[in-house]
Structure formats: structure tokens, C-alpha cells
């Protein structure tokens, strides 16, 4: 298995508060990204990260901000959350190497903002 | 953009039997991948199956297969002598290759979820 964490796994939080969330990887991986999960949307793309300092939007980037200041993590962090941002999150890594493009994943995040 | 849908919201099973899932997808590519992801009750995703739009001959993982239809934009998967433990959802997810440092971005289906049945 990837080496992919999460953390934390489960947070309950309150609209208005900041959250941040972590992924955390030990393949040495140069891509990160998160996503969210929601019932009948499969998963979309919120942010990537193509290596350290650098990221880029995804689908449905607003009320988003990304960091990734070490290869090894990418963090996801909501200023001020809100309920509609309620899902599940799950970080994934890539390396492009010889045409192995796959995505590997965390085992998410389940985030509820009451 | 491209568009990925899954027409089966859920399916049903005998074990077993032989089960096959549809996806279909939008896009104006010509070179890209395209994936199967179970994602079980434990919430995990794993990666089921792989075909690269360029391959004319369809992928195969032991009791999975998948028939890509490149001209009509489709990619049915199929699962053969069905087992319990492949109770799940599963999500058809498209690809386009990767330019510059664009990465490997996923559009993934709204999933079907399979039950099997003893």
C-alpha cells in the first residue's frame, strides 16, 4: 500500500472556524491532491500541488486554500468553513514515471461543520 | 471539459455470477486513461483496472475486465465469478494525459454502488 495518512481521520466543527487538514506521504511523490466526496458526485478535484510551493486549482476550489511546503505533506485548509463543505476528503499521490500515472489514496477524512 | 456518467446508480449480484458496470465519457482527447476504483465500506479507494485510450486491446486483472469502446466513448467493467468481497462502489474516472507539470487530474463518475449476493 501507498504510504498516505491523513489526519485527522474525523473532526466535527462549527461554521465560521477554521480547519486545516493534512496529508501526509512517504513515497516521495512529486504530485498531491485533494478531493472531496460527496453523494452522487464520485469525487472532484479541489486543489494539486506539482511540487513544493507549487499548486494549482481544481474543480471546486472556492472557499479553499492549499500549502505545501515539503514534498512529504499538503495541507487543505478551510478559513472559515462552512456546512456545504461537509464531505469527506481524500488526499491522493502521482509520480510519472514511465507511463504509471495512477493516483494512490489516503483513507480520507470525514468533515462535518454543524 | 470532460464529463464522465455512470448510468447504474446500484446493482445487484449472485455470487458467482458475472456482473458488468457501465461508464461512459465526454471529451474532445485523443490521448488519455481511464480508470476503475472500488471504493469498499471501509471507505478506501483501490484501483481496480487501467486502460490507456491508445491500446486497442482491452485490460484485464484476473476476474476483471473491462470492453473500451474508444469510437462510441465507452468503458464497461466486467467482474466474473462475483465474490462477497466485492460488495462496493465502484467509480468510473477519466484521465487526459498530462502535459508540462499538469498533473494527473481524475473527472470521476458518480459511482455504482454493487451488492453480491451469497
Known amino acids: 500500500d501507498a504510504g498516505i495518512t491523513q489526519s485527522p481521520r474525523h473532526k466535527v466543527t462549527e461554521t465560521g472556524t477554521p480547519v486545516t487538514l493534512r496529508c501526509h506521504q512517504t513515497e516521495n511523490h512529486r504530485y498531491m491532491y485533494w478531493y472531496r466526496q460527496d453523494p452522487g458526485h464520485g469525487l472532484r478535484l479541489i486543489h494539486y500541488s506539482y511540487g513544493v510551493k507549487d499548486t494549482d486549482k481544481g474543480e471546486v476550489s472556492d472557499g479553499y486554500s492549499v500549502s505545501r511546503s515539503k514534498t512529504e505533506d499538503f495541507l487543505l485548509t478551510l478559513e472559515s468553513a462552512t456546512s456545504s463543505q461537509t464531505s469527506v476528503y481524500f488526499c491522493?499521490?502521482?509520480?510519472?514515471?514511465?507511463?504509471?500515472?495512477?493516483?494512490?489514496f489516503g483513507p480520507g477524512t470525514r468533515l462535518t461543520v454543524l | 471539459a470532460q464529463t464522465v456518467t455512470q448510468s447504474q446508480p446500484e446493482m445487484s449480484v449472485q455470487e458467482a455470477e458475472t456482473v458488468t458496470l457501465s461508464c461512459t465519457y465526454d471529451?474532445?482527447?485523443?490521448?488519455?486513461?481511464l480508470f476503475w476504483y472500488k471504493q469498499p465500506p471501509s471507505r478506501q479507494m483501490i484501483l481496480v483496472i487501467r486502460?490507456?485510450?491508445?491500446?486497442?486491446q482491452n485490460a484485464t486483472e484476473n476476474r476483471f475486465s473491462v470492453n473500451f469502446q474508444k469510437a462510441a466513448k465507452s468503458f464497461s467493467l466486467k467482474i466474473s465469478d462475483s465474490q462477497l468481497g466485492d460488495t462496493a462502489m465502484y467509480f468510473c474516472a477519466f484521465m487526459k494525459h498530462p502535459h508540462n507539470n499538469a498533473g494527473n487530474m481524475l473527472t470521476f463518475g458518480g459511482g455504482t454502488r454493487l451488492m453480491v449476493k451469497p
Open positions: 486502460q490507456e485510450a491508445y491500446k486497442q
Open positions: 491522493a499521490i502521482s509520480e510519472r514515471t514511465g507511463g504509471r500515472n495512477e493516483q494512490f
Open positions: 471529451t474532445s482527447e485523443n490521448n488519455y486513461y
